[in-house]
C-alpha cells in the first residue's frame, strides 16, 4: 500500500444483539480477496467432483488489503486475525453455515449448501494451511462446503462460472491513515459484500 490511500480496519461487537456480523457468504465470479475456490479431485486445482461436491476457499484473509471505491474516493479494508476469530465465532454461534447466496443478490439465496468444515490459519495450534492455499496469512478463516443442490452445481460451479466466496456483513470501523469522518456512511453501503 504505498499509495497512501486510507485503511479502514473493520470490527464486529461480539454481543448476539449487535447487528455487526457476517451473516451470509456470496459464491461469486471474482471476490475480493481474490483467491478462487478448490474442488477436491485428483490432480487439478478446479475442477468438479461430481461424487462429493465440495469446495474448499478462503473467506477472510488476515492483514490483506482489500481495495474499495465509491465517488467519494478510495481506500482500503482490512480485518485482522483477532477480529477474524471473533467474526467466526459469531458466524458458527449464530447458526449460519447455510446462509449462501448467488453474486451478493438477496433474491438468490441458495438451498443445499452448507459449511461443513471451518479452520483458521494458526501455526500456534498447529492448524496450517492445505497445499492449495500455502502462503495465506495466519489468521486467514477457510471453509469447506457441501454443494447437495445439483443445478447450483452444474450450471455454476462445474461450469466455472462461479469460482470463490465473498463474505456479507455489517461491520464497525476503526480508522487509519487520513480518512475523513463524513466518508463513514458511503463506506458502510460499500464495504457489505466483501
Known amino acids: 500500500m504505498t499509495n497512501k490511500l486510507p485503511v479502514y480496519k473493520l470490527r464486529i461487537k461480539e454481543t448476539d444483539t ?7 457468504v456470496a459464491m461469486v465470479d471474482e471476490g475480493a480477496i481474490l483467491l478462487d475456490w478448490v474442488t477436491f479431485s485428483k490432480q ?7 461424487d462429493r461436491r465440495l469446495i474448499m476457499g478462503a473467506l477472510m484473509v488476515a492483514d490483506m488489503p482489500i481495495y474499495r471505491r465509491t465517488d467519494k474516493g478510495e481506500f482500503y479494508v482490512v480485518f ?31 438451498e443445499g449448501v452448507y459449511v461443513i468444515e471451518s479452520f483458521i490459519v494458526d501455526s500456534s495450534r498447529g492448524v496450517s494451511p492445505p497445499k492449495a492455499f500455502e502462503g495465506i496469512s495466519e ?4 471453509v ?11 450450471d455454476y460451479i462445474k461450469t466455472g462460472e462461479l469460482k470463490g466466496f465473498s463474505v456479507e456483513g ?10 475523513k469522518p463524513d466518508d463513514l456512511e458511503e463506506i ?5 459484500g466483501i
Not at 487439478?44 to 461430481?50: H, L, N, V
Not at 489468521?139 to 477457510?142: A, F, I, K, P, Y
Not at 469447506?144 to 443445478?151: H, I, L, M, Q
Not at 455489517?170 to 480518512?179: Q, Y
Open 18 to 24: 449487535d447487528t455487526s456480523e457476517v451473516s451470509y
Open 44 to 50: 487439478a486445482r478446479f475442477s468438479a467432483d461430481k
Open 80 to 110: 485482522d486475525k483477532e477480529e477474524i476469530m471473533k467474526i467466526a465465532q459469531k458466524f458458527f454461534r449464530k447458526g449460519y453455515v447455510s446462509n449462501f447466496n448467488l453474486m451478493h443478490d438477496s433474491d438468490k439465496k441458495t
Open 139 to 142: 489468521g486467514s478463516w477457510l
Open 144 to 154: 469447506t462446503v457441501k454443494v447437495d443442490n445439483e443445478a447450483l452445481w452444474n
Open 170 to 179: 455489517m461491520f464497525d470501523f476503526e480508522m487509519d491513515g487520513e480518512a
Open 188 to 192: 458502510m453501503n460499500i464495504v457489505r
